[in-house]
């Protein structure tokens, strides 16, 4: 039997204290009757102990119980042959490990976990490693550490905006900047000269800029140039843009250039907050936001303007790991024909969005502000919605959208979480 030629050692953290237990081999199905223990020499120290089932170890290190499975071990070995630690790619062809693999030897000292395989190869790995990487280490994160608002939340918190010289030149200027981005889906920079020149120089320091229907760097009036009411002097509710794409685009960026006349105040309302208060009053609700996919659409015929753009996907969208929202796409005006949903599913999604939109209308959630020239505002488009007052007078606003991975491709240069 395989599990007779394993390794039996069992040790603490720290080494030397450990004990050896006697692993009972039973053939198929789980091996190990002896439930495993852990034996810190100091009371409070964390600890690590294994078994061995069929088709994987189980590993505690600390208070993360890990379930390891043979294949997964053996496609991670980041030995010389297996990864190439220079371009941090996989050598290993996935496709030569059986897929019935067994370890033949096991030991863990207090840092690291050794398998010897089949043929031979060892495979070492950091516990601190494991810890991270495995799926139940995974669960217990979150990919984006955020900070839900509503008006009130965010007016307390004071965050700054960023000066356009800090922003532009110093790394402390576009870290601090993205922090507040990351964490609140909205941020501002200020003293930026009115110009879409400008304002481009910008949009290129945190992020390549995503190239749409409407151009790189837009400007727009209410001279209704294109066939959509952003071009028109209407009030606009709440809404993400793009829904109409297979890929919503990941940033917004505003900055009115002049406006001559009343109103046009900006609305922003944080979606994941909106969504997060839905999930505790009615997960159900949740749950149909999240499963059913709808269309957008976008059609166009003014001018010289042709275009039919078509999205799929649901309102909200999760990591179904950890159930933590990404991306709330969310734009009644530009929500096509519902044909993608069952009869009796239907209704129950009317419910639903009801309910969501009831959150996204409270006026605590809202936060208005008059966007001025010199002061930029960033949006998270996946997660933050916008909209507008209805005005008179001129008004002129130019932007852009960002590609989304180059922005949290940045952050994450800089050290943040993204
Ligand atoms: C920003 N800019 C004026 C260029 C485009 C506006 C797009 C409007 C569209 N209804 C949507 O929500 O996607
Ligand atoms: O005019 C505005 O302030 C925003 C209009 C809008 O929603 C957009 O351009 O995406
Ligand atoms: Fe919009």
Not at 14 to 29: D, F, T
Not at 116 to 145: C, F, I
Not at 152 to 171: K, M, N, R
Not at 213 to 219: A, S
């Amino acid at each position: 039997m395989w599990c007779q030629r394993l390794a039996w050692l069992l040790r603490g953290r720290r080494g030397s204290a450990g004990r050896r237990w006697p692993w009972l081999p039973r053939g198929p199905g789980p091996v190990l009757a002896v439930p495993a223990r852990c034996h810190p020499t100091a009371p409070a120290s964390p600890c690590c102990a294994w078994q061995l089932h069929q088709d994987h170890l189980e590993l505690r290190y600390g208070s993360t119980v890990m379930r390891l499975d043979f294949v997964w071990l053996r496609d991670h070995c980041r030995s010389a042959s297996c990864y190439n630690a220079k371009t941090s790619q996989r050598s290993l062809d996935t496709a030569s490990v059986d897929l019935a693999i067994q370890p033949q030897a096991v030991r863990v000292d207090e840092t690291t976990l050794f398998l010897t395989w089949p043929d031979g190869h060892v495979t070492r790995y950091g516990l601190e490693w494991l810890a991270r990487n495995s799926y139940e280490g995974q669960k217990q994160q979150v990919m984006h550490p955020r900070i839900l608002w509503n008006a009130e939340i965010y007016q307390q918190a004071q965050v700054p905006s960023i000066d356009c010289q800090s922003f532009l030149e110093t790394d402390e200027g576009l870290k601090e900047f993205l922090q507040n981005f990351l964490l609140y889906g909205i941020a501002f920079v200020e003293n930026v000269p009115p110009t879409k020149e400008d304002t481009e120089i910008l949009a290129k320091r945190i992020s390549i800029i995503r190239e749409t229907i409407y151009g790189r760097m837009w400007y727009f009036t209410s001279d209704f140039s294109r066939g959509d009411t952003a071009y028109t002097k209407l009030a606009l509710d709440r809404h993400t843009d793009t829904t109409y794409f297979q890929e919503p685009c990941g940033i917004q960026v505003f900055h009115c250039l002049k406006h001559e006349g009343t109103g046009g105040r900006t609305l922003l309302v944080d979606g994941f907050h909106a969504a997060e208060q839905v999930l505790h009053q009615a997960p159900e609700h949740f749950e149909l936001l999240a499963k059913v996919p709808l269309k957008h659409e976008y059609v166009e015929n003014v001018g010289g303007c042709h275009n039919h753009m078509i999205g799929v996907g649901p309102v909200l969208n999760v990591y179904p790991w950890n159930n933590e929202l990404y991306l709330i796409r969310y734009n009644n005006y530009d929500r096509a024909v519902i044909n993608t949903v069952p009869h009796d599913v239907v209704r129950r999604w009317y419910h639903a969005h009801r309910a969501l939109t009831a959150e996204l209308r409270r006026p605590h959630n809202e936060l208005w502000v008059k966007l001025k020239p010199g002061k930029v505002l960033f949006v998270d488009n996946w997660r933050v919605l916008h909209g507008r007052e209805a005005f008179t007078g001129y008004r002129q606003l130019c932007g852009c959208y960002l590609t989304r991975d180059d922005v949290l491709n940045t952050a994450r240069l800089l050290g943040l979480q993204a």
